[in-house]
């Protein structure tokens, strides 16, 4: 039966165990001059040797070799490298984790070593016990019996009480560096009679990225089917993605405003199967990684990346501002949460990757030259008349007048009438602040929530018109009247790009509230020339507490 290969070249002696040295040191120190702890605790990533250092230690604790131990060729290493061995004990905590089990463990502890010197208790993925094992251990695992040794293996030692880390020496694993990880792959192809180019060697420990057992992983699955000969063409052809480096490269086509090669560039990766927004939520972490590696001297102890994958982006932190981390942060995160809701999170990446390359700022420059039009002026015509009554003024910078009522007659420019008095308007009405209204009340209009129906008619129309999903994060549903609802823009580009869909987003409205409506767009933060000539004599109705209507 064929064996992995990181199964097949496990270390049976320290002496093989790559980029370790400082645990090897001390563990070989403490077998030489019979000072072991009762109690061990292994921490560190994924694939770095925390259980096969384990089974080593146990292997020094019973070898019967009078010289260097372990031997790794005495009958009780043998023993302990087929899994034969009474005396040494495997727990997987992931599937043993009750208190039950702890319990059998206890009484199990209570019996002397059958075949060799020490009893060994080999605990994997220790984090994951219940709080109640952890409990049910604790006394035991303070004051084990003398021949009797706890050895904790464990990836997220935060999550361990810290009762339990008192009582254990504590042995950090370190990422595996690249060039020794090269130099051990290489080793294994001469002994297996493959070729392997360093190219492809470089690549692999690359994406291992300080994991042994990834990188074994990668290189036994690039030579299965293979000729004798492996380079770094078929190891990228099998990667697919190469890991960071697919960061890397795209937020550095970013940084260069390149855009349709980054376009292209996440059309390849996408092609090959991967998930948007699995990548959306990636490519955030690597920029949060730019930002550590930017200002942490040592990033090591908050960036879980190998070396030399930190020095990589460590150049690429150096070329980039502090607001363009930000920018692509709150971007990519904005995009991710809309992602979660849409059918077609492929657009929004593609969206974000155009507004990363172009800047809100050429954004803004590029919609106020190419697509701003001027706004309509409304001039009414002026009558006087001998006033009956002075009025108030509502600080306006013209006076307002009251006439006698008078026929008028129909003109292109604009007129307010009312039954009794006529009120002539300002040139330039004085905007008129409304009365604050809270955030609950601002969402609601006539009994519908804005920013619901927003969301719902994005989420009908997308699956229609794909290209429509660009207007709902660059405009939002301000209001909903009898007649009409109201469209905010954040500038003249997409309230363009929202006329031009007119019909398409009056129709969506229409399914979700029940009757055919109007839509007003108007910019953001725009002057009130926008205005209706029905709202204005609502205003003047509320200011002068009259009736004013319009003929």
Not at 101 to 108: F, P, Q
Not at 357 to 365: L, Y
Request: overall charge negative; hydrophobic content about 40%; some cysteine.
């Amino acid at each position: 039966m064929y064996k992995a290969l990181y199964r097949q070249y496990r270390p049976e002696v320290f002496e093989e165990v790559l980029g370790q040295d400082h645990i090897v040191r001390i563990l070989k120190n403490q077998i030489a001059t019979d000072s072991t702890s009762h109690a061990y605790l292994f921490c560190g990533t994924r694939g770095t040797g925390k259980t096969t250092t384990a089974r080593l230690l146990a292997k020094g604790l019973n070898c019967l070799s009078d010289g260097e131990r372990p031997c790794g060729v005495c009958a009780n290493c043998q023993a302990i490298k087929e899994g034969s061995f009474l005396d040494v004990i495997e727990i997987d905590a992931a599937s043993n984790n009750g208190v039950d089990n702890v319990r059998e463990l206890r009484e199990s502890v209570k019996y002397p070593p059958s075949a060799g010197r020490r009893k060994v208790y080999i605990i994997d993925e220790v984090h994951m016990l219940s709080t109640e094992a952890f409990n049910a251990l604790l006394k035991t695992l303070e004051e084990p019996p003398e021949y009797v040794t706890f050895i904790l293996a464990t990836t997220e030692v935060h999550k361990l009480p810290a009762t339990v880390l008192s009582r254990c020496m504590r042995l950090d694993f370190k990422r595996v560096p690249e060039s020794v990880l090269m130099e051990g792959m290489a080793d294994i192809c001469v002994k297996i009679g493959i070729d392997v180019t360093e190219d492809a060697l470089r690549i692999i420990a690359a994406n291992a990225d300080g994991s042994v057992r990834d990188g074994l992983s990668i290189l036994d699955q690039c030579i299965s089917g293979r000729d004798m000969k492996v380079d770094a063409e078929e190891v990228l052809e099998f990667l697919g993605a190469s890991g960071y480096e697919d960061f890397i490269e795209l937020t550095d086509m970013v940084r260069k405003k390149r855009t349709e090669e980054a376009i292209a560039f996440l059309n390849g990766i996408l092609s090959d199967g991967k998930d948007v927004r699995q990548f959306m939520r990636d490519w955030i972490s690597h920029y949060r990684n730019l930002m550590m590696v930017k200002f942490m001297r040592n990033p090591e102890t908050v960036v879980s990346m190998s070396a030399e994958n930190i020095e990589r982006m460590r150049r690429q932190a150096a070329v980039l501002e502090l607001e363009d981390i930000n920018r692509g942060i709150m971007e990519l995160s904005t995009m991710a949460n809309e992602a979660r809701w849409s059918t077609q999170p492929r657009i929004l990446l593609e969206l974000a990757i155009v507004r990363l390359c172009m800047g809100a700022g050429q954004i803004r420059e590029l919609t106020e030259v190419e697509f701003t039009e001027p706004e309509p002026v409304l001039t009414p015509v002026k009558k006087t008349a001998p006033a009956k009554a002075p009025v108030k003024k509502a600080e306006e910078p013209a006076p307002v007048i009251v006439e006698e009522p008078a026929p008028v007659k129909q003109e292109e420019s604009m007129q307010v009438q009312t039954e009794e008095p006529v009120i002539e308007m300002p040139v330039e009405p004085a905007p008129v602040e409304a009365a604050p209204v809270g955030p609950a009340l601002a969402e609601m209009q006539n009994g519908f929530d804005c920013e619901d129906i927003w969301n719902k008619v994005f989420e009908d129309g997308e699956n229609e018109k794909g290209s429509i999903n660009i207007i709902r994060n660059s405009a939002r549903l301000k209001s909903i009247d009898e007649n009409t609802f109201t469209v905010e823009a954040n500038n003249a580009f997409f309230k363009d790009l929202a006329e031009k869909n007119r019909q398409f987003i009056e129709h969506l409205v229409e399914k979700h509230t029940g009757s055919r409506r109007r839509m007003n767009i108007k910019l953001a933060n725009s002057s009130e020339t926008e205005r209706s000539a029905e709202e204005i004599a609502a205003e003047a109705s509320d200011i002068l507490g009259i009736k004013v209507e319009v003929k």
